[in-house]
């Protein structure tokens, strides 16, 4: 039995070093709200992707598959404090976005300019922290989180910008790409979600999809 599990180990070594060509990039990434989304949250987001591929397009695989992970935070917000006008009360409502993918990459596997298309699948994990605080009142902390799964398309194209563009290792290339994401239905915080009265705190969720447009700018590296 382990000489089967061996032979079948050794095989798939064998096949996936004869069409493999692994690949990574990273991103500088601008998030846009669209749909639901952007009628609670009209800040952009800002962050970035690291993503890593198992296999780029060959002759013999005109495909690439690999994993995308990124962050994305839209931003803090500050509130007037209703007794003084001042901003003595803070609130540190970001929604942040910490996401996995599978990604599916079609496209030219040599040349200088490279166009492609692809699509992902997965999820993300949203948080937001808010303090809130008076000089006169004690802090108060609110943590959120919850789950979506997502989806999307994109297209990008990479530019050659170092290295052979008939050999693709050590070849560097500047990769810029356009991404719709789309999400189930989630919970989370807005600006306005969080009000104070009487030296209370109150707070609603807002809860609906997470879709965004995302432009990222980056370096994808072939190993």
Do not use: C
């Not at 596997?109 to 492609?116: A, D, E, K, L, M």
């Not at 700018?217 to 190993?223: L, R």
Request: hydrophobic share 40%.
């Amino acid at each position: 039995m382990n000489r089967i599990l061996k032979y079948f180990i050794t095989s798939l070594a064998i096949i996936f070093s004869a069409v493999a060509q692994p690949s990574a990039s990273f991103y500088f990434t601008t998030a846009i709200p669209v749909g639901e989304f952007s009628k609670y949250n009209k800040n952009l987001g800002f962050g970035g992707n690291l993503e890593f591929f198992f296999f780029t397009p060959s002759p013999k695989t005109p495909y690439g598959l690999g994993l995308d992970f990124s962050y994305t935070s839209y931003g803090l917000f500050f509130h007037t404090d209703p007794y003084t006008d001042e901003l003595s009360l803070t609130s540190d409502r970001a929604n942040n976005f910490v996401s996995a993918h599978i990604l599916f990459q079609i496209a030219p596997y040599t040349g200088t300019i490279r166009p492609y298309v692809e699509t992902l699948f997965g999820g993300s994990y949203i948080f937001s922290i808010t303090d809130i605080g008076y000089y006169y009142y004690s802090d108060e902390t609110l943590n959120l989180n919850d789950w979506a799964w997502g989806y999307g398309a994109g297209v990008g194209v990479k530019f050659l910008t170092t290295g052979d563009p008939y050999f693709n290792p050590g070849s560097v290339f500047l990769d810029l790409k356009v991404r719709y994401l789309l999400s189930t239905r989630t919970t989370y915080l807005d600006k306005n979600s969080i009000e104070v009265y009487d030296d209370a705190v109150y707070y609603t969720l807002n809860k609906s999809k997470t879709d965004m447009i995302t432009i990222s700018i980056g370096a994808y590296i072939f190993f």
